[in-house]
């Protein structure tokens, strides 16, 4: 019987000494497996914002998941990392990784005081390095939870001691903390809080950052300025205790406030966010082609934009638009567009997430009339769809480099719809110089003349914005004061027939669908401002069309280049016709539509006006030698239109070019420079009266009234046969006249 108890027993210890090392089996296989790699000990690679910068080196901004710059330790100041030993681990160039005694001294004193207070604490700078720098701790912990955590980081920091130097290991630690507001690592800390390089910092500004690794909520000087400020001293006396700085020095420095930077950066502020978001959607695809991600591998992206444009692009948008706002608002009229209000109010509603989570039809009808007769709500909606929207942006034409971009009046970081790439609307007028240039192409020229008298084709009879109806016009003068007649006659003849027209449009930069029909003339198709612009730069490029490219390279975090970009060009149209067409269009600014350029800017300039039907989009695109540029402006709904005059393209578009412009070529010092005649292009002379009879010819000795324009000059027409013999007349000098007398 003793014998059965006792092999009982046995079994009894066998099976209780098995299931314990079972338990601890199991327990070292969970430490175990939460335990970084030894790739990733000996390679740490701590999430960093993919940087953006501009063509001039400024950063324009992140992305990111934590809102981090690497810095090296190297460039930071002495005291930053005499603050930080004093206060985190007084003992770190003397234990392994893991400080033992202080682990237990904290031990006992937080079970004497049931607490944990201000200056203790079990942690060593090591161990908080592995800690964030591979992700120990979980959200929400138990006590078993932190054991092991605690286990994992002893382990990972006498790991990262064997691996790292003392110096690479305050370097990882600096890079990795969190100090609030976004800011990961020490480079953006000083960024955010004091606006300044690390390497900058002085000490009570060091003192401040090393305060908030306690606890950055509780010590943001911002919310929490008394907390702050108090944690702030706490670090300048651990520096005195610990034999880095003086008493009489602390005495000092404990009675400054603490100053932070008045125009502190936010982590996501940027001043180009629709470039930003403009450039993340191209850069999607290159990341999945690489391997890399864009919000985690600090990758280095150099872009095209111009900070210093940007600036003036977003200054001159948002002055124009505040104004017409204003305008607006006093002349629309709810009361006539009640329909109207009714949809964008049903709409609204439905979009609403109270509506969009009511259970049942009784909730949501009872939401729906709720929201409907809110007085706040239904003024919301009113504000939004009566919003007046921009899209604007710049372009140098010989190397389609994006110098500047304005996709909306929502300068919010990835917020709003980007109006320079993510909207197609119809240019109106402004897309006449295409018609203009393929009649150019085809051997026409701009003293060639055209009746402006109506006409009916198959249905097709367009009117001229002013109504008024003269005789044979020039083409020179049909661009400049943007009649329709004029356009729409060459696009129902052979001069710049719609298919035609389309080819040339294509090879300029127009990607969207062009319906080959008359109208073409009159830009009632739908395209980009982003694309037109581009195609406008090849007037300014003598014919040559070059791709808009926004990105130059891209490079990893260590500085390896990742690929390479460069524009893409092709010669869509001849030098002559470019240098034909800029001559022209220089009419339209000088004394046509686009006039009011002349307002505030005195350089030399080409462009075209265009405003579509009831005054729903206004466009200005225009150029100089160096730089093209396009304004859009208008609503998100098609339905909200300019009531009057003042929704015309050189009224509503045209200053915000002109603004900038002008301020560019002030501010930027940029080059005075002059549209040269390419090779080829000539100035002749022709005889008035062949052109006032629809065929022009060149004029001779005998001809009673001249008129002189540029041609190219494989394209001469034959000379006048009305007024008999003579020699054909050679002048230097042109008529002078934008338009000419009947």
């Not at 690489?290 to 600036?311: F, H, P, S």
């Not at 909730?363 to 919003?387: G, H, M, W």
């Not at 022209?584 to 002349?598: F, K």
């Not at 206004?618 to 730089?627: R, S």
């Amino acid at each position: 019987m003793a014998n059965k108890k006792s092999e009982l027993n046995t079994k009894r210890k066998r099976i209780i000494i098995s299931s314990v090392a079972l338990i601890f089996v199991i327990l070292i296989i969970y430490i175990i497996s939460g335990l970084p790699s030894l790739e990733e000990l000996e390679n740490p690679k701590p999430i960093l914002a993919s940087k953006v910068f501009s063509s001039d080196g400024e950063l324009i901004g992140q992305f990111f998941i934590e809102n981090r710059i690497e810095t090296n330790i190297d460039s930071l100041p002495k005291h930053l990392i005499e603050a930080l030993i004093a206060t985190e681990d007084k003992n770190f160039y003397d234990h392994w990784g893991v400080d033992v005694g202080r682990f237990f001294k904290a031990m006992i004193k937080n079970i004497i005081t049931l607490s944990f207070t201000e200056g203790e604490g079990a942690s060593t700078i090591t161990q908080q390095c592995a800690k964030n720098l591979y992700n120990l701790k979980s959200g929400r912990e138990n006590a078993l939870d932190k054991v092991v955590r605690k286990i994992r980081e002893w382990i990972s920091a006498v790991q990262i001691e064997r691996n790292f130097t003392k110096n690479e290991i305050l370097e990882l630690y600096l890079n990795v903390s969190y100090f609030g507001r976004g800011a990961y690592g020490i480079e953006s800390a000083a960024k955010i809080y004091f606006n300044k390089k690390a390497s900058e910092l002085t000490l009570p500004e060091s003192a401040m950052l090393i305060a908030l690794l306690k606890s950055s909520e509780y010590y943001d000087p911002v919310k929490n300025y008394d907390n702050a400020l108090r944690r702030r001293n706490v670090v300048l006396n651990n520096m005195v205790v610990n034999g880095y700085l003086s008493e009489n020095e602390y005495q000092k420095l404990k009675q400054l406030p603490i100053q932070l930077a008045t125009d502190r950066p936010s982590a996501i502020r940027t001043d180009a966010p629709h470039f930003m978001e403009y450039i993340r959607l191209q850069l999607t695809p290159i990341m999945e082609k690489y391997g890399y991600d864009l919000y985690r591998d600090g990758l280095n992206i150099y872009t095209t934009l111009d900070m210093k444009m940007q600036r003036i692009a977003n200054k001159s948008s948002a002055k124009h638009i505040s104004e017409y706002q204003e305008l607006f608002n006093k002349n629309w009229n709810w009361d006539r567009n009640k329909s109207l209000l009714a949809d964008l109010l049903d709409k609204a509603i439905k979009n609403n997430p109270a509506y969009r989570n009511a259970i049942g039809a009784t909730e949501k009808t009872r939401i729906y009339n709720s929201l409907k007769n809110l007085q706040s709500f239904v003024d919301s909606v009113k504000k939004e769809a009566a919003k007046i929207e921009v899209g604007f942006v710049v372009m140098d034409p010989h190397n389609g480099y994006i110098k500047a971009l304005v996709g909306g009046t929502n300068q919010e970081f990835g917020r709003g719809l980007n109006h320079v790439t993510g909207i197609r609307r119809q240019p109106g007028s402004a897309f006449k110089p295409f018609v203009y240039a393929t009649a150019i192409e085809n051997g026409y020229f701009p003293a060639y003349t055209l009746l402006n008298q109506k006409f009916d084709y198959n249905g097709w009879s367009p009117d001229n914005a002013d109504n008024e109806y003269t005789g044979y016009e020039t083409l020179r003068w049909g661009l400049a004061y943007s009649v329709n007649v004029i356009a729409g006659r060459m696009t129902i003849s052979n001069i710049a027939p719609p298919s035609q027209v389309i080819s040339i449009a294509k090879r300029m930069g127009i990607n969207s669908k062009l319906d080959p029909f008359p109208a073409i003339a009159l830009g009632t198709m739908e395209v980009s401002p982003l694309e037109i612009t581009s195609a406008f730069g090849t007037f300014a490029n003598k014919g040559v069309h070059v791709e808009p490219i926004s990105i130059l390279r891209i490079e990893d975090r260590n500085g390896i280049l990742v690929q390479e970009f460069s524009p893409q060009s092709v010669q869509a149209i001849s030098p002559q016709t470019a240098s034909i067409m800029a001559d022209m269009m220089q009419d339209v600014v000088n004394y046509g539509t686009g006039a009011g350029v002349r307002r505030y800017f005195q350089y030399p300039a080409a462009g075209k006006t265009g405003t579509t039907q009831k005054f729903s989009d206004a466009w200005f695109v225009g150029y100089t030698p160096d730089l093209v540029a396009g304004v859009w402006v208008g609503f998100d709904d098609h339905r909200v239109k300019f009531t009057n005059w003042y929704g015309q393209g050189a009224k509503a578009a045209l200053p915000i070019w002109a603004m900038f412009m002008q301020a560019a070529y002030k501010e930027l010092n940029l080059p005075l420079k002059y549209f040269e005649l390419a090779d080829g292009v000539e100035t002749a002379t022709f005889c008035k009266e062949t052109m006032r009879l629809g065929d022009t010819r060149l004029a001779t000795e005998n001809c009673p009234e001249t008129y002189t324009d540029i041609i190219n000059s494989n394209n001469l027409p034959a000379t006048c046969e009305i007024h008999g013999g003579g020699g054909r007349i050679i002048r230097e000098n042109r008529s002078g006249e934008s338009g000419w007398s009947h």
